[in-house]
């Protein structure tokens, strides 16, 4: 199986910055997508960045300027640096990767347990 495990997260005051880090382990061939999602208290989850095995990024337009995606050497550690946070940033923020599993190299889509942001003075 493919696993994700997400850490970093915590409480911080608006304006602070935090570091997410999220490391995939198990049978991976390859990746094609790993990133980050985020769902707060009775809102939809909803995409926060992502970068693809070509190094490819995309951010929604609230994460556009403050935070940044970031990978490893190995490509299967990804990090999420977030800088100058609100209070609307504060959410559990979810690990997600699209992967190609062995031996039969199919897809599998896989999620992080979550850690969880909280802004506030």
């Known amino acids: 199986q493919v696993q994700l495990v997400e850490s970093g997260g915590g409480l911080v005051q608006p304006g602070g910055s935090l570091r997410l880090s999220c490391v995939a382990s198990?049978?991976?061939?390859?990746?094609?997508?790993m990133g980050w999602y985020r769902q707060d208290l009775g809102k939809e989850r909803e995409l926060v960045a992502f970068?693809?095995?070509?190094?490819?990024?995309n951010y929604s337009d609230s994460a556009k300027g403050r935070f940044t995606i970031s990978r490893g050497n190995a490509k299967t550690t990804v990090y999420l640096q977030m800088m100058n946070l609100k209070p609307e940033d504060t959410a559990v923020y979810y690990c997600?990767?699209?992967?190609?599993?062995?031996?039969?190299?199919?897809?599998?889509?896989?999620w992080g347990q979550g850690t969880q942001v909280t802004v506030s003075s």
């Open positions: 997600n990767a699209e992967t190609v599993v062995g031996p039969e190299e199919f897809l599998l889509d896989v």
């Open positions: 198990g049978f991976i061939v390859s990746i094609v997508r």
């Open positions: 970068m693809t095995n070509g190094g490819r990024t």
